[in-house]
């Protein structure tokens, strides 16, 4: 048996807000697979939080930038690590916006398909981690009356 090919580097930015009808339309790309049993998906938002001891002000948006080469390469392993980890999965997709993105609109999207639900669900949660954990992706909090903060990933 040979070893499986490497996954290839995929650019996993988009410049603005990723679009509800994007989310569909991935799903329905994948009606043609009839070895897929189930579909994962993980849609990051961005909130409209007040941070306590800072300001008054809500989170307006969320400028987003990226060491975006470093980034990719990143993925590709956190990609690779999810098939070997879930190797009956079929898809793995994951987008992140780069630009200003406002409170309620979409940023992050992970979406795992596999034969049975297990595999998609946690191969989703895991990816999700690990990009939080493992990519240069930055997120300038920006607030309604002026100024911002950087943003840190809570979990």
Request: proline share 5%; aromatic share 8%; net charge neutral.
């Given at each position: 048996?040979?070893?499986?090919?490497?996954?290839?580097?995929?650019?996993?930015?988009?410049?603005?807000?990723?679009?509800?009808?994007?989310?569909?339309?991935?799903?329905?790309?994948?009606?043609t697979?009839?070895?897929?049993?189930?579909?994962?998906?993980?849609?990051?938002?961005?909130?409209?939080?007040?941070?306590?001891?800072?300001?008054?002000?809500?989170?307006?948006?969320?400028?987003?930038?990226?060491?975006?080469?470093?980034?990719?390469d990143?993925?590709?392993?956190?990609?690779?690590?999810?098939?070997?980890?879930?190797?009956?999965?079929?898809?793995?997709?994951?987008?992140h916006?780069?630009?200003?993105?406002?409170?309620?609109?979409?940023?992050?999207?992970?979406?795992?398909?596999?034969?049975?639900?297990?595999?998609?669900?946690?191969?989703?949660?895991?990816?999700?981690?690990?990009?939080?954990?493992?990519l240069?992706?930055?997120?300038?909090?920006?607030?309604?009356g002026?100024?911002?903060?950087?943003?840190?990933?809570q979990?």
């Amino acid at each position: 048996m040979s070893d499986p090919k490497p996954h290839r580097k995929r650019d996993i930015f988009v410049d603005g807000a990723i679009a509800p009808a994007f989310v569909a339309e991935s799903i329905a790309k994948h009606a043609t697979r009839t070895d897929i049993g189930a579909h994962e998906i993980f849609l990051g938002q961005v909130r409209a939080d007040v941070i306590p001891g800072l300001t008054r002000d809500r989170v307006s948006a969320i400028e987003y930038t990226a060491y975006r080469d470093m980034a990719n390469d990143q993925m590709t392993s956190i990609r690779e690590e999810a098939f070997a980890k879930w190797p009956t999965m079929t898809c793995l997709h994951v987008h992140h916006s780069l630009g200003t993105i406002n409170a309620g609109d979409l940023c992050f999207m992970v979406f795992a398909s596999a034969p049975h639900r297990q595999q998609a669900r946690e191969a989703v949660a895991f990816v999700t981690d690990e990009v939080k954990k493992r990519l240069p992706i930055f997120g300038k909090e920006i607030f309604e009356g002026g100024g911002h903060v950087w943003k840190r990933n809570q979990g």
